[in-house]
């Protein structure tokens, strides 16, 4: 059964920690927000009093933030982890989140922050977990499949690496939630890492072609590019399209497809299917527009 203490989450105001408080507050659970900005959180909406901490730029409001802490989620970036074990009582449990991007073959500052903060809670010996999400979609101002969707409205063909062949599988940012609740009420001994990950392994090709039938849109065709072709031109920042990175496209050369049978048995979490993500995704985008 959940416990009755209040849970405390770092980055509230972020996409999954904001998600998560709506999530929790819905359950009629108690949290206490642990925000860098009091406006920005105020401008939710959630009754929640919230804590004011710049995590490694000021250890003593992270310490008195944390003081009275038993359960922890840290949704900000995972190399703030050691900021936090030490500001953190050594009873109180933590869920954190990292990335699937510490895998990469091409391990950019991103994923060195993630591999420093796993060392950190290895070393820890707190009790607790580390989640390691694949690629987030459908969260409040995500820009992923938005992206995407935007690139396909200004272009009729998709020039992709590889010819878009890189296997992927992206995770909703409703089980993404449901991951990190499933995750505080079960009990860790020491500290954990854990893949999180979507149901379906797809071409990137193939998801493209259903990130537009969901936002209504022709699917665009693909042409095979190079890689280094396609970054050198985003860094030219063409007028008119959407903002890719070398990084990003790069990444696209790679397959990123994970087990997720072991997050079925430790989270008991049978996550949504693309097609299902991607239609509740566009769903609420049609709803709030």
């Not at 272009?155 to 890189?166: I, T, Y």
């Not at 430790?266 to 509740?280: C, E, I, S, W």
Request: overall charge positive; charged content about 20%.
């Amino acid at each position: 059964m959940p416990g009755t203490a209040p849970i405390h989450i770092i980055g509230a105001t972020g996409r999954s920690g904001l998600a998560l408080c709506h999530a929790l507050t819905a359950q009629g659970r108690s949290i206490v927000p642990v925000v860098r900005s009091l406006p920005r959180w105020q401008a939710t909406g959630l009754a929640a009093s919230a804590r004011i901490a710049r995590l490694e730029q000021n250890p003593a409001a992270l310490r008195a933030a944390l003081a009275d802490a038993t359960s922890i989620v840290l949704t900000a970036h995972a190399s703030h982890l050691p900021a936090v074990l030490a500001a953190t009582p050594t009873s109180a449990r933590i869920v954190a989140l990292g990335s699937t991007r510490i895998f990469t073959r091409w391990p950019d500052a991103h994923a060195h922050g993630v591999m420093e903060g796993a060392r950190a809670f290895a070393r820890s010996g707190r009790h607790g977990v580390l989640l390691h999400p694949t690629m987030i979609y459908g969260a409040q101002g995500e820009d992923n499949v938005q992206r995407l969707a935007a690139l396909m409205r200004r272009l009729p063909v998709l020039p992709l690496p590889r010819g878009g062949r890189a296997l992927i599988q992206p995770i909703w940012q409703g089980d993404v939630t449901r991951a990190l609740i499933a995750a505080l009420d079960r009990q860790w001994n020491g500290p954990h890492e854990l893949v999180i990950a979507g149901a379906d392994q797809v071409a990137y090709r193939d998801f493209t072609r259903q990130v537009a039938r969901a936002a209504g849109l022709r699917p665009r065709g693909v042409i095979p590019v190079p890689g280094a072709v396609l970054m050198a031109l985003a860094r030219l920042r063409l007028p008119g399209l959407p903002r890719i990175t070398p990084a990003e496209i790069r990444r696209l050369l790679e397959d990123k497809i994970f087990d997720i049978e072991p997050m079925r048995a430790q989270l008991g979490l049978q996550p949504v299917t693309l097609a299902a993500g991607l239609a509740r995704t566009f769903g609420q985008q049609r709803a709030d527009s």
